[in-house]
């Protein structure tokens, strides 16, 4: 009998232990994000149907709390390359001008997440300035033009920062120029040279490689279109007086624009990689670019958001139409509450809107879903820029496109916000 006491004793003392350490260990990470998190209780009686799951609150802590890792700098000297688009580039060959970038002095690489397939997401942040403007691409499998242009305007760039060029030197002393090249490194690779290139083949994108539509392909190795997969306030849900987005998809995408959004918001590692890196980036930059590749268009409005924001948007978007004439859309392009919810640019646009985290939706909020109380005081643009009047695959067009709508000229513009 004694024993057995003994026994229950050590136990409850090991438990008890546990849960003290395991606790502090909490107050000490989660600190300095509590802050993030909104205890308001919302208004969400008008939501008929939330079709994915939210995110789960301590996925969301540690979502944020996840460091890059940054790559460190060797004694090697920076080789020009140019690369003009005479070839498709293999991710690894990507990585390799990741590498070349590293050996100039102006640039930070860091390692921002990895893919379902692993392979590493990278950050690149060019300049010396504190004036931060933020860059994607790739988040989508098939808009393949997207990471070629980016890669080619930083190339482009440092190569003439290398060789003493008065514009770069202006740029790269004045500005910081933060970049995920690539958000979907295995969408992209499988998309352009097959799904032989993906290593773990139990995973659904070689799995179902027969059915899929390359062509057209947005998801990732599981099937989930990232660009509905971020936990914004209306990701994965709609209204009770809407109507269902006819291209929003229930099961994982085939390639035939059916977005699925994941069984869950946030559940996949590429989407993770961008919430840490828009955590670390977003509220020091007066712009973020999501590139994509149909359209010539540039989405530059969220109808739930503030004319501030709406207006810091618009004036980006005109930047670039009046460059190359684009069609520069407002916020009466875009709508909120049909299902199609969850992009990159919807969730950076509530996060610099002071939007908190809701252990009760998991999901960012405003309060309430269709009066929210937003932040009236916006200093970041933020623009979705559709190149290509279509997807394609095309060096030849894809080429003509950088060049015929000046594209080096784009980018530099909206770095300097300059009209
Ligand atoms: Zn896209």
Request: proline share 2%; with cysteine; net charge negative.
């Amino acid at each position: 009998m004694k024993l057995i006491l003994k026994l229950i004793l050590i136990i409850v003392i090991i438990i008890g232990t546990y849960i003290y350490v395991f606790k502090e260990r909490c107050i000490f990470i989660y600190k300095d994000i509590n802050d993030k998190i909104t205890f308001f209780k919302e208004d969400d009686s008008d939501i008929i149907t939330a079709f994915t799951k939210g995110m789960k609150t301590h996925d969301y802590y540690k979502t944020l709390t996840d460091k890059p890792y940054t790559l460190s700098k060797t004694s090697d000297i920076y080789q020009n390359i140019n690369y003009d688009f005479e070839k498709h580039l293999h991710y690894n060959e990507i990585e390799k001008l990741i590498n070349n970038l590293n050996k100039s002095d102006s640039t930070i690489i860091s390692v921002i997440g990895s893919s379902v397939d692993k392979r590493s997401i990278y950050s690149i942040e060019i300049g010396y300035g504190s004036n931060t403007i933020l860059f994607d691409a790739g988040i989508h499998a098939a808009e393949v033009a997207g990471p070629l242009f980016i890669i080619k305007y930083l190339i482009d760039l440092v190569n003439d920062y290398e060789n003493n060029e008065d514009e770069a030197i202006n740029i790269i002393n004045n500005y910081k120029i933060i970049i995920i090249p690539c958000i979907n490194p295995d969408g992209y690779e499988a998309t352009l040279f097959g799904t032989k290139y993906i290593n773990n083949k139990n995973l659904y994108i070689y799995q179902n490689r027969k059915d899929i539509i390359f062509k057209t392909y947005k998801g990732n190795a599981n099937g989930v279109d990232l660009n509905r997969n971020f936990p914004s306030q209306h990701g994965g849900l709609y209204y009770s007086n809407n109507i269902l987005n006819e291209t929003v998809s229930l099961e994982p995408t085939l390639g035939y624009f059916d977005y699925f959004p994941g069984t869950r918001l946030g559940s996949e590692p590429e989407t993770k990689a961008v919430m840490s890196w828009l955590e670390n980036n977003l509220n020091n930059a007066s712009a973020y670019i999501s590139l994509h590749s149909a359209g010539r268009v540039i989405y530059s409005g969220k109808p739930n958001l503030s004319a501030a924001f709406n207006n810091k948007s618009l004036r980006l978007a005109k930047i670039v139409s009046q460059v190359n004439n684009y069609t520069a859309y407002d916020k009466t392009e875009e709508e909120v509450g049909y299902g199609n919810d969850g992009t990159s640019t919807d969730y950076a646009s509530e996060i610099i809107s002071d939007f908190k985290f809701s252990k009760k939706t998991g999901r960012l909020s405003a309060s309430s879903y269709q009066n929210p109380k937003i932040k009236e005081v916006i200093n970041t643009g933020i623009i979705t820029l559709e190149t290509l009047s279509e997807y394609t695959f095309d060096l030849n067009i894809i080429k003509e496109e950088y060049y015929n709508q000046k594209l080096y000229k784009v980018f530099t513009k909206l770095i300097k916000n300059q009209e």
